[in-house]
Nanobody, 116 residues
């Protein structure tokens, strides 16, 4: 069984930065891609960023140029560096792993609040 543990969330002022981490433990097989999603109150969960096993990244238009997704394959860990944060970035952020053989896992979520 795989567990995904997120960390790095918190309260930050507009224009500030945070770095989220998501570490996987357990019986981990080949990972196809790692994603970050977010869900704001009263809104649907939305995809923020993706990084594939080959290192290809994609971003939601709303975070392009401000967020950077990266991964450490040796540690089965994915990161989300968030810069120039805006109040509209406030949400619970979830990591999501997708596997080559199918199936996926979700983290428990970490709160990010951008407010002065």
């Amino acid at each position: 069984q795989v567990q995904l543990v997120e960390s790095g969330g918190g309260l930050v002022q507009p224009g500030g930065s945070l770095r989220l981490s998501c570490a996987a433990s357990g019986s981990i097989f080949s990972i196809y891609a790692m994603d970050w999603f977010r869900q704001a109150p009263g809104k649907q969960r939305e995809l923020v960023a993706v990084i594939t096993s080959g290192g290809i990244t994609t971003y939601a238009d709303s975070v392009k140029g401000r967020f950077t997704i990266s991964r450490d394959n040796a540690k089965n860990t994915v990161y989300l560096q968030m810069n120039s944060l805006k109040p509209e970035d406030t949400a619970v952020y979830y990591c999501h792993y997708r596997y080559v053989m199918g199936g996926d896992d979700w983290g428990q979520g970490t709160q990010v609040t951008v407010s002065s």
